[in-house]
């Protein structure tokens, strides 16, 4: 018995120092964003506030320079958001649709376009780039928000598309058959049927776009400039600007005011976030 | 498997009537699949032109390809995706199966100490590197803090040693990436049958013996499946080694994305680009065929069983 108990407290020490590390990252982060400059410059970055610099908000918010424009993180975030919400909306709509005629609907090829639509999910970002670039400068959204929210709903609906065909292959074919001998089309099924048991994966889904096209970089960086880049490209330009003077304290307060929307969506919807990941993963 | 249609395949567009359902099906199936296709077979097709800052047509067959190869900037980005593409996917399948097995023990604020072990994932991989490049950096991070407390001689300049640097992307790759991997072994260690470890308890095994003769050998298919979902995020790896290294010092942490970034929009030779794409493709389906084929393979044995 004495030795089944040692084991239980190793066990504890073992995952209380991980969890510890785990957490280190994002305590520092957090800890140095209300530290001042000078502080950090004369200890490191890890260290306990002397006095609350709060201030370092504020100007990430609202007045620090990022490349020529000295209007803080705010317009970016701004620009992420609307980036985001539009295209994590129209994705997991137009997904669910697809996801229900293929899934429900068998149509000649329907299997032939559905592995197109998955391979879409490992198409590396680089094989898009240049065609990306020509199709924006064609229709005239070269460097816009709309041409962001257009690529992210073109290549959300691979994912989307995957989720909620996998989750509506197992509404039941009997339940179909007697929706259709009633006389109910494509819609009023979509309405009346499929709709009302889709609030989970439509959850999974919504979180799993949000996080991605948020913390996505490469396209933003690729097709913005200035001020129309999305938050993630503009911590870059940030750390890049804040090379010559360090400003470590403002730098941080941007990194945490960045991460924010993603890791809130991340505490009140773990339990969804953890269901995507695995339902994406192991089919 | 999927169920048979309800009624044998009859045609989804007859008449006007169903114009909308048909657009609705067939508009965002159509852009999602045909983007793939189209914009594979484009990039693939510019790979084998001229082209420089601008598209443009003509034929250079492999000219490209033999280019981009010969590059140092390439060799040397290929090489290290070899020794991240390892180190990362091995130890960071290796931690996250730590993690499982620790919450598997019925512990206390399991729900607390996965959202810990979980969170990285939630924040961009700009995130990640930019707070790792302050900690690895040994001028204001872990080293110099070791070094105020009064151990001066402490050295942890991975950052800016050539030989060590690619090993920060891997440390800050396994703290993002771990938790993922924690979260599918639990879920394949808690459908592990309960009646094959009673029997094995009861054959007097202990909780060792029961995790590496009855536990793990039934887990290997999930083990392999997250081994080729990480291996893909390393080939692709792009964002984390901008913000923590910018792909140095000089080549140290180069890796195949950002060769294919450099030459499309630093350098203004777009065929190249193109060529380092399909090359990065390439290697992307080197993991993924064989993947597929074993699963497929599998599915038609247990199919016949």
Request: aromatic share 12%; proline share 5%; charged share 10%.
């Amino acid at each position: 018995m004495r030795d089944a108990s040692l084991s239980r407290a190793l066990l504890y020490a073992v995952a209380f120092l991980l969890a510890f590390l785990y957490l280190i990252p994002l305590a520092v982060v957090l800890l140095n964003s209300l530290r001042t400059a000078e502080e950090i410059v004369q200890t490191s970055m890890i260290g306990w506030p002397r006095v609350w610099a709060f201030q370092n908000y504020t100007a990430a918010w609202a007045d620090f320079c990022i490349a020529q424009t000295c209007s803080g993180i705010r317009p970016y975030m701004l620009n992420s958001a609307l980036v985001t919400l539009p295209a994590t909306l129209l994705s997991t709509l137009l997904g669910a649709v697809a996801g229900y005629a293929i899934s429900l609907w068998r149509f000649k090829g329907d299997t032939w376009i559905f592995a197109l639509v998955t391979l879409g999910v490992f198409l590396p970002e680089q094989m898009r780039l240049i065609p990306w670039t020509i199709v924006l400068r064609d229709v005239g959204l070269t460097n816009t928000l709309a041409g962001l929210v257009m690529i992210h709903t073109v290549q959300g609906l691979s994912f989307t598309t995957l989720f909620c065909r996998n989750y509506y292959i197992a509404i039941p074919a009997d339940l179909m058959k007697a929706a259709k001998i009633d006389g109910a089309g494509f819609f009023r099924i979509f309405y009346r049927i499929v709709l009302p048991l889709s609030p989970p994966i439509l959850i999974v889904t919504v979180i799993w776009q949000f996080t991605g096209i948020w913390n996505e970089f490469l396209y933003g960086v690729t097709f913005t400039t200035g001020t129309q880049q999305p938050v993630t490209a503009a911590l870059i330009a940030l750390s890049a600007s804040v090379a010559d003077v360090p400003q470590h304290g403002v730098q941080s307060a941007a990194v945490v005011i960045a991460a924010l929307p993603t890791l809130l969506v991340y505490l009140f919807g773990g339990r969804y976030f953890v269901r995507g990941l695995t339902a994406g993963a192991v089919k | 498997m999927s169920h048979a249609a309800p009624s044998p395949a009859r045609p989804l567009f007859a008449g006007l009537k169903r114009l909308p359902e048909f657009l609705v099906i067939w508009v965002p199936l159509l852009l999602s699949a045909g983007h793939v296709v189209v914009f594979t077979a484009w990039t693939t097709w510019i790979s084998f032109t001229p082209s420089t800052l601008v598209p443009v047509d003509g034929w250079v067959g492999w000219r490209n390809y033999t280019n981009v190869l010969a590059t140092r900037n390439w060799k040397i980005a290929f090489d290290n995706l070899l020794i991240f593409g390892a180190g990362f996917v091995i130890l960071t399948a290796l931690v996250g199966l730590l993690l499982a097995i620790i919450i598997d023990q019925r512990i206390r604020g399991e729900n607390v100490l996965r959202s810990i072990f979980l969170y990285p994932m939630a924040v961009s991989f700009v995130v990640t590197g930019t707070v790792w490049s302050w900690l690895l950096n040994p001028g204001m991070g872990i080293q110099k803090l070791v070094n105020d407390w009064g151990w001066t001689s402490f050295r942890f300049d991975w950052l800016i040693d050539r030989d060590m640097a690619i090993w920060t992307i891997v440390i800050a790759g396994i703290w993002q990436s771990s938790g993922f991997a924690m979260a599918l072994f639990l879920a394949g260690l808690r459908s592990v049958e309960a009646d094959l470890i009673k029997a094995a308890q009861i054959d007097g095994a202990g909780p060792v013996r029961i995790y590496t003769r009855v536990i793990l050998p039934t887990l290997w298919p999930i083990v392999i499946a997250v081994m080729v979902i990480l291996l893909q995020f390393a080939i692709k790896t792009f964002d984390l080694v901008r913000a923590l290294t910018g792909g140095g010092p000089g080549l140290a942490t180069q890796l195949p994305a950002l060769v294919v970034y450099d030459f499309m929009f630093q350098r203004g030779h777009l065929g190249r680009g193109s060529a380092a794409a399909v090359l990065m493709l390439l290697t992307l389906l080197g993991v993924l065929l064989p993947y597929g084929a074993w699963k497929y393979y599998q599915r038609r044995r247990d199919a016949r069983a």
